[in-house]
């Protein structure tokens, strides 16, 4: 398994500013992805952050508002800028890592960031 | 994009209670994977069922994979506390774990003490 720690763990921030959101694996890793979680819901990909290339962003979310970073194989940073009330949710970093069969991949989460803002 | 239905979408029950929840789609799925997210925590894979007819057992926990590979179902028999989290299925990544994942929108699991 893999170990992730996100910081900050939660922050409460004030419109129109801009918040970065950190991610740490204790191994190297080529990929990592990261989520949005709004209030009650499910989790939703926001983009794949692949080592020295740039990030590829799925649809509905853009660079500008969510540019992200991946200086090294084991870090990851997410920008949420120019934040608005609908940004309130929480922000999950992710690493796939393969299943014992072989086969498959399984998704290693870390716990998460909760943004709330005013 | 494969589109995942999940029902319910809320279910709050008493201990010792046994409950089913499924996991819906239109689409052929090669395999498919169920994760736990517990509060304040992220997601945690419970099971990949791959065979279409599958049916793997974790503990109170038995999930099935349906014949067509279009659907599965979560079934916990006599359900405790610890259960309570939000349950989410989405289709295996392929390419080699190039790919994120595309979750259902989940059912929310409360069991009362």
């Known amino acids: 398994s893999a170990v992730i720690s996100q910081k900050p763990s939660r922050d409460i921030c004030q419109r129109g500013t801009s918040l970065t959101i950190q991610c740490q694996v204790d191994s190297q890793v080529t990929m990592m992805f990261w989520y949005r979680q709004q209030p009650g819901q499910s989790l939703t990909l926001i983009a794949t952050?692949?080592?020295?290339?740039?990030?590829?962003?799925e649809s509905g979310f853009v660079i500008d508002k969510f540019p992200i970073s991946r200086p090294n194989l084991t870090f990851s940073t997410l920008t949420v800028s120019n934040m608005s009330p609908e940004d309130s949710s929480i922000y999950l970093c992710?690493?796939?890592?393969?299943?014992?069969?072989?086969?498959?991949?399984?998704?290693?989460f870390g716990p998460g960031t909760r943004l709330t803002v005013l | 994009t494969q589109l995942l239905e999940q029902s319910p979408q809320f279910l709050s029950i008493q201990e010792g209670e046994n409950l089913t929840v499924y996991c819906n789609s239109s689409?052929?799925?090669?395999?498919l994977q169920w994760y736990r997210q517990e509060p304040g925590e992220g997601p945690v894979l419970l099971v990949t069922?791959?065979?279409?007819?599958e049916v793997k057992k974790l503990k109170r926990l038995t999930f099935q994979f349906g014949d067509a590979r279009k659907d599965s179902s979560l079934h916990i028999t006599a359900a405790q506390p610890g259960d309570t989290g939000l349950y989410l299925c989405?289709?295996?990544?392929?390419?080699?774990?190039?790919?994120?994942?595309?979750f259902g929108k989940g059912t929310h699991l409360i069991i009362q003490p």
């Open positions: 952050a692949n080592q020295g290339s740039e990030a590829t962003y």
């Open positions: 069922v791959v065979t279409g007819g």
């Open positions: 989405a289709p295996t990544p392929s390419g080699g774990g190039a790919d994120g994942l595309t």
């Open positions: 992710s690493v796939p890592r393969r299943l014992p069969s072989g086969v498959n991949n399984e998704q290693f």
């Open positions: 689409s052929v799925f090669s395999s």
